[in-house]
């Protein structure tokens, strides 16, 4: 399943439970599938960073436009204010931290998967690097 797919089931999924999920649970849930489309996007483990060191892994990778960084970071931000500082707020503002998540693919594009495959494959092909130069001097 493509990643943008992915994500937009999963919006779905928590629009569709609406209000009855408790604050901190849609903003984990929220959370878990902005990381995994950050994750399949720029290649960055998101599961496994905090939102400050996604943010510092992407800035030293580069590739990463400003309007996708920018993007990403407040979505994860807000669920942590959610998540950790248990400033939820109420349904309308659920809604709106849908809303942005959606637009997330238009803003920070996940690869191709043929083209991500390719990478792979010329990847995979590339010679061994050299070795270096230490006891052997």
């Known amino acids: 399943e493509p990643p943008a797919d992915a994500l937009r089931r999963a919006l779905r999924g928590l629009r569709a439970e609406g209000s009855a999920v408790p604050g901190d649970v849609f903003y984990e849930r929220l959370s878990l599938a902005l990381r995994d489309y950050a994750a399949a996007a720029t290649g960055v483990p998101a599961r496994d960073r ?31 204010l959610a998540k950790f500082a248990g400033r939820a707020g109420g349904w309308e503002e659920a809604l709106a931290a849908i809303e942005e998540a959606e637009r997330l693919p238009e803003r920070l594009p996940a690869p191709d998967a043929a083209a991500a495959g390719q990478r792979a494959v010329v990847a995979a092909a590339a010679p061994p690097a050299a070795p270096g130069r230490g006891a052997e001097a």
């Open 50 to 80: 905090t939102t400050t060191e996604i943010e510092r892994e992407l800035r030293e990778r580069g590739g990463v436009g400003g309007d996708a960084m920018e993007a990403l970071t407040r979505a994860l931000k807000r669920a942590d």
